[in-house]
């Protein structure tokens, strides 16, 4: 792997990143967004479309998530394996929660999202083979925490009263979104991540990102449960 | 390829993310996001200000209490400034039945509008419009159909804050500027 194609696609991760730290105080839908879900009437394909990949490239929480899960995938069937649970989890409950309009708390399903980013931070670090000597199944655990992301989609739709009229076309166009920016988020995170395992340095920080990864999920655990207590 | 690191280095992952996570918390995240600020590191920083700055138009409005904030058959005159490229609400809390004559105008440039009630106690978001529109005036009357908060969602698209002059009798209360 020649060095400057390492540089670019980091450079190139590190520009994406750049770009989603503006939305990151900001993530749930921004004044725009909320404008346009508020004016809202009947079938609006690609705009639904448009803020499903929005959301999932601001989508930190999300990222960070797919970060652990394909962190020591290198084969391209494994990859496309752990991302289909993934992606099967999320829509399920995305789908299911909007239509049958359940209402969940959107800070504690934040919170689950965090803890799942903890899970896999320290389920990279063979945590749960170390303590417990036992490894709970990775995809099993992709999968329903996939449920919870999805319910976490769910709630930032609920609400805005999205109107009845054209809602199942909306709803499929968000998930149909949301999927493209998981996509395109994806091409970065593997480049980046390819890129580096070649490297010497990759097996030494393994552990450190691991360790990152689950001290954001902390934080995200710790913001999102104070939001659900102070409101 | 991944690979199961010794008990010792589990720990120390383990207890350094969580503290970690708990210093970034306590003097950065919570101070900006919700005004906790145990520390006072987030006031020296500044942060605190960006969590203020959500509060402050829901303070301002509740502040208002000792001026006449029930409607009467008087014209009431309120004065709202729209800030460039975002959307602001004024709201009115009413009995249903009640009813309100209002007008108002900007000073020139036309926003959208979205003139709508959400029902008391409605946590779904659920939210009936009586009118949408963009313009640069308007007037009329309407009865809310239900209690809760009646009034205005104005959307500015312009790039300079527009202000909106805003006269209301009729019987309510105001509630003020929502976020």
Redesign the interface.
């Known amino acids: 792997m020649p060095n400057s194609l390492i540089k670019l696609s980091l450079t190139l991760l590190l520009g994406a990143l750049a770009l989603i730290s503006i939305d990151v105080?900001a993530h749930g839908v921004d004044?725009n967004t909320?404008?346009f879900l508020?004016?809202n009437q009947g079938v609006q394909f690609i705009p639904f479309l448009y803020i499903g990949a929005k959301h999932m490239i601001t989508g930190y929480d999300h990222l960070l998530f797919l970060v652990g899960v394909i962190f020591?995938l290198?084969r391209s069937k494994e990859v496309l394996l752990y991302v289909t649970m993934f992606t099967i989890g999320h829509s399920t409950t995305l789908l299911f929660g909007v239509l049958s309009?359940i209402?969940v708390n959107a800070y504690l399903i934040d919170a689950v999202i965090g803890l799942s980013v903890?899970y896999k931070?320290?389920d990279?670090?063979?945590?749960f083979?170390?303590?417990f000597n036992w490894q709970p199944n990775t995809q099993w655990a992709v999968l329903i925490f996939g449920l919870f992301h999805g319910f976490g989609l769910a709630t930032k739709l609920?609400?805005?009263?999205l109107p009845e009229e054209g809602l199942i076309t909306n709803l499929i166009a968000f998930n149909i979104g949301v999927e493209l920016g998981q996509f395109a988020a994806l091409v970065f995170i593997l480049i980046a991540i390819n890129a580096w395992r070649k490297l010497p340095s990759f097996?030494r920080f393994?552990?450190v990102t691991?360790?990152?990864l689950?001290?954001?999920?902390?934080?995200l655990m710790?913001?999102q449960l104070?939001?659900y207590i102070?409101n | 390829m991944q690979h199961t690191v010794s008990t010792k280095t589990l720990v120390k992952a383990s207890i350094t993310a969580t503290i970690v996570a708990a210093i970034a918390l306590v003097t950065f995240i919570l101070p900006a996001e919700y005004n906790i600020d145990p520390t006072g590191i987030g006031q020296k920083l500044g942060l605190t200000t960006l969590a203020q700055a959500n509060e402050s138009d829901v303070v301002v409005s509740t502040n208002n209490a000792d001026t006449n904030t029930s409607g009467s058959q008087e014209f009431k005159t309120i004065e709202v400034v729209v800030p460039a490229g975002r959307g602001v609400e004024y709201k009115f809390a009413m009995q249903q039945y009640a009813k309100m004559t209002y007008e108002w105008l900007t000073d020139g440039e036309a926003l959208y509008f979205d003139l709508h009630g959400e029902p008391e106690g409605d946590t779904t978001g659920y939210f009936e419009s009586y009118t949408i529109a963009t313009s640069n005036e308007m007037k009329g009357s309407f009865t809310a159909p239900f209690a809760g908060s009646h009034g205005w969602y104005w959307k500015n698209k312009s790039d300079k804050p527009i202000a909106v002059q805003l006269l209301v009798k009729g019987e309510y209360q105001v509630i003020g500027l929502k976020q």
């Open positions: 105080f004044d909320r404008a508020e004016q020591f290198y309009d209402q903890v931070g320290f990279n670090l063979g945590g083979k170390r303590c609920q609400e805005f009263h097996q393994s552990t691991n360790t990152a689950m001290s954001a999920g902390v934080m710790g913001y104070t939001g102070v």
